[in-house]
């Protein structure tokens, strides 16, 4: 994902290597790579003005069950760390969700069960973006 979002920007590889103060052999390994360190991902995150952390974070919201969320959130009330809600939803996982059920991939019941989103947020998204049945 980072390199097609060099690709896209146009990016030249000098400045990137000078960005990361690193060679151009480095970068490759690093187009490569499935796990950085989280400097280098943030280093990558302000070159190319994309939150690739979003995608970690979007992963947690889809994957994580309901009940340890608000058992996790409950635990660490007193924590100075902001605490995040399951229901906030972006819109790439609503794309996602929704192009998913576009193509076939899942039914509506699998989203509700699969993402454990509510009932009522799947309907309103699919009225929204004008996918329910007529």
Avoid at 34 to 48: C, G, N, Y
Wanted: hydrophobic content about 35%; aromatic content about 12%; overall charge positive.
């Amino acid at each position: 994902m980072i390199k097609e979002k060099v690709d896209k920007s146009g990016i030249e590889m000098p400045r990137i290597c000078k960005f990361l103060n690193c060679k151009e052999e480095d970068i490759m390994k690093m187009y490569e790579s499935s796990a950085f360190d989280t400097e280098v991902l943030l280093r990558w995150s302000k070159l190319l003005q994309y939150d690739f952390f979003r995608l970690y974070s979007q992963h947690l919201i889809l994957y994580s069950p309901q009940s340890s969320m608000n058992y996790v959130q409950k635990k660490k009330a007193h924590d100075s760390l902001p605490a995040f809600r399951k229901s906030l939803y972006t819109k790439e996982i609503i794309e996602f969700v929704l192009d998913r059920i576009r193509k076939g991939e899942m039914t509506k019941s699998n989203v509700i069960s699969e993402y454990k989103i509510p009932k009522s947020t799947l309907y309103k998204w699919l009225h929204k973006y004008n996918l329910m049945e007529k």
